[in-house]
């Protein structure tokens, strides 16, 4: 449980940062503590049930 938990913080705080920032996926990825931003995106799509840069077209329409 304590894991799922830390999971969803990450998850989390990824989201807001794709929502509010311009920051890249990879910088997210590592800072919210992947190294490898393919396993950030496949453990966020998990997750959230979309890609990290679909969350971002969608917090920003005018993104692509």
Known sequence: VGSEMCI???MD???RLL???DLPVAEIAH???YEDPSRFS???RRH???RPTEL???ACP???
């Open 42 to 44: 496949a453990a966020f």
């Open 13 to 15: 705080t990824a989201a």
């Open 56 to 58: 971002r077209r969608v």
């Open 31 to 33: 800072r919210v503590g």
């Open 48 to 50: 959230t049930g979309r």
């Open 62 to 64: 005018c993104a692509e």
């Open 19 to 21: 929502q509010e920032s």
């Open 8 to 10: 969803r913080d990450r």
